[in-house]
């Protein structure tokens, strides 16, 4: 499984990569977060997230790797605004299951396109993906709205989840065709 080392960088953010030293801070609590980052971290957030970050990291994953996430932090205003994590699927080899949250002062900005964007563009380019999967509760327009705007596909609509799918053609006709931010 690929592992971000290295801050990725959209023109509003920058995706930092959850370390050891972070999920630890994560674990203590928000202001040893805030301060290992080095940007203020929303309660919003922080009651949403922060549980997960602590977890990103952790030796109880045993044989299936960990989910890797970054946060997304404000360059101008050094502030937290959401995360992205991605993992192995189970469907299959080279596949990939993202899913992000954003805090919710900071919602309906783009910033999960932005930020989800960043990454899925990472997993094709550096980390030999073939495809990107996300699910998504189909009552949850909003998300429902990112995912079409990333480049998604609805793929399957088991219950009430909608998983959607994305390909290295998929996103690059959304890049030709679209000005992103």
Known sequence: MPSLEHPLYTPRLRLEPVTPALAEAARVGSHAFAE???????????AA??????????????????????IAIHLDEGAVIGDVRFEPSLRAARE???????????RQQGYAVEAAGAVIDWLFDEGDADTVIAGCD??????VRTLRRLGFWLDSTP??????VISPELRREVLDSTVQF
């Open 36 to 46: 290992e980052i080095g940007a203020e971290a929303p309660a919003d957030w922080c």
């Open 49 to 70: 997230s922060l549980g997960l970050v602590a977890r990103s990291i952790s030796e109880a994953w045993g044989p299936v790797p960990a989910p890797t996430r970054a």
């Open 96 to 106: 990939y299951e993202i899913g992000y949250g954003v805090a919710r002062s900071r």
């Open 138 to 143: 189909s009552r949850n327009i909003p998300s």
């Open 159 to 164: 219950s009430q989840t909608f998983w959607w």
